[in-house]
């Protein structure tokens, strides 16, 4: 998780029109002056107080092995068909929790490049074209392992970014309260899990119980206001994805 102070930061309006931006470098290393550059467009910058740029769900690069996406390697393992968030990564817990309250208003997402017999593969049996958004996921109470989704981003076409770090500026941003969780809905599939990790990092999903091990049926939680429980834990992968937040004391 990352983090900067600024200059107080007033939102001009909750909507933005402005494209994607693409990065070649890797989502661990992606930096400040990134992120900076990508809002400028959307911020304005009075003197006074100050906010916090928080790029939510980045790990510092002394993780091992290195985080890349499997695709095109062997196995090419993708994200599908769920909403999902990390728990862990090695020493750090809910790296994907925002630290504060505050107002996410671009997301990244660090893609493989699977060739095109994996996507042909990926298309017809994982609900067809790459796509992926965000959701905000708010812990509840009861029952165990339950989350409310209170805010959802566009879905977005992965295709086009394979084998690069694309981030994406929200048209419509979203409030988050401490403690939500920056969650990635994949509703077909996406090249963005990477292997090779040890037990002490896992993943969570919103399939129920008897469908840990299947990508059959659509499990993405897309109906705000609906709670569900995330029983499904995987070990050894990582999401890569990050989001970026601005908040204000």
Request: net charge positive; glycine share 6%.
């Amino acid at each position: 998780m990352r983090t900067c102070r600024l200059r107080s930061l007033d939102l001009l309006s909750d909507r933005y029109i402005f494209p994607s931006v693409v990065l070649n470098d890797h989502m661990i290393r992606i930096s400040t002056a990134i992120a900076l550059s990508s809002l400028a467009l959307v911020l304005v910058l009075p003197a006074g107080s100050q906010a916090t740029l928080t790029e939510v769900g980045v790990i510092p690069p002394t993780v091992n092995p290195e985080t890349v996406p499997s695709c095109p390697g062997s196995p090419c393992l993708a994200v599908s068909r769920t909403t999902g968030f990390q728990v862990k990564v090695g020493t750090t817990h809910n790296p994907l929790a925002a630290p504060r309250a505050g107002t996410v208003v671009a997301w990244s997402i660090m893609l493989g490049k699977p060739n095109a017999t994996q996507i042909k593969f990926f298309n017809a049996n994982e609900g067809g074209p790459s796509t992926a958004g965000l959701a905000i996921l708010r812990p509840q109470a009861k029952p165990n392992l339950t989350y409310k989704l209170v805010a959802q981003s566009p879905l977005v076409k992965l295709e086009p970014y394979f084998g690069k770090t694309a981030q994406f500026p929200l048209e419509t941003t979203l409030k988050v309260k401490k403690g939500d969780v920056i969650a990635l809905t994949v509703p077909s599939w996406a090249p963005s899990l990477a292997l090779g990790f040890t037990n002490a990092t896992s993943w969570r999903a919103s399939r129920p119980k008897a469908q840990c091990a299947s990508t059959s049926a659509q499990t993405t939680q897309t109906v705000v206001g609906s709670p569900v429980q995330y029983y499904c834990l995987y070990l050894t992968a990582r999401l890569t994805y990050s989001a970026t937040l601005i908040s204000t004391p």
